[in-house]
Protein backbone atom coordinates (compact mmCIF):
# COMPACT_ATOMS: atom_id res chain seq x y z
CA UNK A 1 0.00 0.00 0.00
CA UNK A 2 2.88 2.45 0.93
CA UNK A 3 4.58 1.74 -2.78
CA UNK A 4 1.17 2.76 -4.46
CA UNK A 5 0.54 5.60 -2.16
CA UNK A 6 4.14 7.18 -2.96
CA UNK A 7 4.28 6.61 -6.37
CA UNK A 8 0.86 5.13 -7.77
CA UNK A 9 2.53 2.13 -9.30
CA UNK A 10 1.85 -1.67 -8.35
CA UNK A 11 4.26 -3.36 -10.88
CA UNK A 12 7.40 -1.80 -10.68
CA UNK A 13 10.14 -1.94 -8.29
CA UNK A 14 10.20 1.25 -6.27
CA UNK A 15 13.06 3.08 -4.60
CA UNK A 16 12.63 5.85 -2.31
CA UNK A 17 14.90 7.73 -0.76
CA UNK A 18 14.30 10.95 1.29
CA UNK A 19 11.38 11.88 -0.66
CA UNK A 20 12.84 10.82 -4.27
CA UNK A 21 11.31 8.25 -5.72
CA UNK A 22 12.73 5.80 -8.48
CA UNK A 23 10.85 3.97 -10.42
CA UNK A 24 12.10 0.88 -12.32
CA UNK A 25 15.34 0.96 -13.29
CA UNK A 26 17.06 4.13 -13.53
CA UNK A 27 20.29 4.22 -14.01
CA UNK A 28 20.91 7.73 -13.94
CA UNK A 29 18.35 8.41 -11.09
CA UNK A 30 20.37 6.45 -9.26
CA UNK A 31 23.47 7.66 -10.28
CA UNK A 32 22.51 10.66 -9.02
CA UNK A 33 21.24 9.45 -5.74
CA UNK A 34 24.66 7.86 -4.78
CA UNK A 35 26.20 10.80 -5.76
CA UNK A 36 24.25 12.62 -3.17
CA UNK A 37 24.99 10.33 -0.68
CA UNK A 38 28.72 9.96 -1.48
CA UNK A 39 31.34 11.08 0.41
CA UNK A 40 31.48 13.96 2.97
CA UNK A 41 28.70 17.12 2.73
CA UNK A 42 29.47 20.31 1.29
CA UNK A 43 29.20 22.90 3.94
CA UNK A 44 26.29 25.75 2.96
CA UNK A 45 27.54 29.01 2.17
CA UNK A 46 24.88 30.16 5.41
CA UNK A 47 23.44 33.42 3.47
CA UNK A 48 19.47 34.93 3.52
CA UNK A 49 20.05 37.14 0.44
CA UNK A 50 17.80 38.55 -2.80
CA UNK A 51 18.85 40.11 -6.10
CA UNK A 52 20.61 43.60 -5.37
CA UNK A 53 19.33 45.33 -7.90
CA UNK A 54 15.36 44.43 -6.78
CA UNK A 55 16.49 45.10 -3.49
CA UNK A 56 17.80 48.53 -3.20
CA UNK A 57 14.93 49.22 -5.92
CA UNK A 58 12.81 48.82 -2.74
CA UNK A 59 14.91 50.15 0.19
CA UNK A 60 16.86 53.40 -1.55
CA UNK A 61 17.97 53.96 2.33
CA UNK A 62 20.58 50.80 1.38
CA UNK A 63 21.11 51.91 -1.71
CA UNK A 64 23.39 55.24 -0.73
CA UNK A 65 26.80 54.04 -0.08
CA UNK A 66 26.15 50.95 -3.59
CA UNK A 67 27.63 52.33 -6.73
CA UNK A 68 24.22 52.83 -9.30
CA UNK A 69 23.55 49.65 -11.79
CA UNK A 70 25.16 47.43 -9.22
CA UNK A 71 24.06 43.87 -10.10
CA UNK A 72 24.66 41.14 -7.52
CA UNK A 73 23.14 39.40 -4.32
CA UNK A 74 22.70 41.59 -1.46
CA UNK A 75 23.42 39.64 2.35
CA UNK A 76 20.29 40.10 4.43
CA UNK A 77 21.28 37.82 6.66
CA UNK A 78 24.41 35.50 7.50
CA UNK A 79 23.74 31.79 9.07
CA UNK A 80 26.40 31.01 12.42
CA UNK A 81 28.95 28.25 11.42
CA UNK A 82 28.31 28.67 7.79
CA UNK A 83 31.23 29.29 5.39
CA UNK A 84 29.63 32.71 4.63
CA UNK A 85 30.04 33.51 8.71
CA UNK A 86 33.63 32.10 8.59
CA UNK A 87 35.10 34.06 6.33
CA UNK A 88 33.21 37.49 7.61
CA UNK A 89 30.66 37.92 5.33
CA UNK A 90 27.94 40.71 6.51
CA UNK A 91 24.68 41.60 6.19
CA UNK A 92 24.73 44.35 3.43
CA UNK A 93 27.45 42.84 1.60
CA UNK A 94 26.53 42.54 -2.43
CA UNK A 95 28.84 39.86 -3.76
CA UNK A 96 29.08 40.77 -7.38
CA UNK A 97 31.35 37.76 -8.36
CA UNK A 98 31.60 34.10 -7.83
CA UNK A 99 34.98 31.43 -8.84
CA UNK A 100 35.40 34.15 -11.75
CA UNK A 101 32.17 34.60 -12.69
CA UNK A 102 29.61 37.81 -12.63
CA UNK A 103 26.54 37.30 -9.89
CA UNK A 104 23.34 38.93 -11.14
CA UNK A 105 20.82 36.95 -9.09
CA UNK A 106 20.58 35.26 -6.20
CA UNK A 107 19.38 31.77 -8.27
CA UNK A 108 22.66 32.50 -10.52
CA UNK A 109 24.89 32.36 -7.06
CA UNK A 110 22.92 29.05 -6.35
CA UNK A 111 23.50 27.16 -9.57
CA UNK A 112 27.36 28.64 -8.56
CA UNK A 113 28.01 26.87 -4.82
CA UNK A 114 25.69 23.67 -5.92
CA UNK A 115 29.17 22.81 -8.42
CA UNK A 116 31.08 22.73 -5.50
CA UNK A 117 32.13 19.96 -3.21
CA UNK A 118 33.82 19.74 0.21
CA UNK A 119 37.43 21.24 0.50
CA UNK A 120 36.54 23.23 -2.53
CA UNK A 121 37.76 27.09 -2.55
CA UNK A 122 36.13 29.59 -4.42
CA UNK A 123 36.99 33.79 -4.69
CA UNK A 124 33.70 36.10 -4.16
CA UNK A 125 34.13 39.53 -4.53
CA UNK A 126 31.86 41.78 -2.98
CA UNK A 127 31.04 45.41 -2.37
CA UNK A 128 30.68 46.85 1.09
CA UNK A 129 30.38 50.14 2.14
CA UNK A 130 30.74 51.12 -1.45
CA UNK A 131 33.92 49.56 -1.49
CA UNK A 132 34.93 46.68 -3.58
CA UNK A 133 36.69 43.71 -1.49
CA UNK A 134 37.38 39.76 -2.24
CA UNK A 135 37.61 36.84 -0.03
CA UNK A 136 38.58 33.22 -0.78
CA UNK A 137 36.28 31.24 0.83
CA UNK A 138 36.65 27.56 1.91
CA UNK A 139 33.93 25.16 1.27
Request: aromatic share 6%.
Amino acid sequence: MEMIRVSGQQGVPVTVSNGDVILGFDQQKFAKLAAKFAGPKRPPLGILAADAEEYLAKHPEKAEKVPAGTKGVYIGKVRPQTVAAGHDLKPGDIITSFAGKRVRTMAALDQMVDTLKAGDKATAKFIRDGKDHSVVLQF
